[in-house]
């Protein structure tokens, strides 16, 4: 009796740190997702692909249900740069967007 009932709080126990814990996307991996997606835009368009960016890494905050606002933080000669994001994500798809202006730091 004693052991069924240590293996029901077990079940129960995984039950909710699942529930808590959810079965979508987490955060850091909606971090880790906009960071390769951005590296790669990076790589590939001929508008930015010249440059030699290198995404280090990419900050979220949740704005209010699928969305968030962040920073892309990019590397271009040796310097860091921060890049105004936002991210809408539905835990199977993505879109990012800069902020108007955010590359203006090639310019110089």
């Known amino acids: ?10 079940v129960g ?3 909710l740190v699942l529930l808590l814990t959810g079965c979508g996307t987490s955060k850091k991996q909606l971090e ?7 590296q790669e835009k990076m790589n590939t368009d001929p508008a930015y692909n010249g440059y030699g960016l290198t995404v280090h ?5 949740s704005s209010g249900g699928n969305n968030y606002d962040g920073i892309a933080n ?3 000669k040796s310097r860091a740069y921060d890049v105004p994001i936002t991210v809408t994500s539905d835990g ?3 879109i990012w967007q800069t902020k108007p202006g955010a590359f203006l730091f090639l310019l110089q």
């Open 74 to 76: 990019l590397l271009y």
């Open 92 to 94: 199977k798809t993505l």
């Open 57 to 61: 890494s990419v900050t979220l905050v």
């Open 32 to 38: 880790q997702q906009v960071t390769s997606s951005f």
């Open 13 to 15: 126990m995984v039950l």
């Open 1 to 10: 009796m004693r052991r069924t009932h240590s293996l029901t709080v077990l």
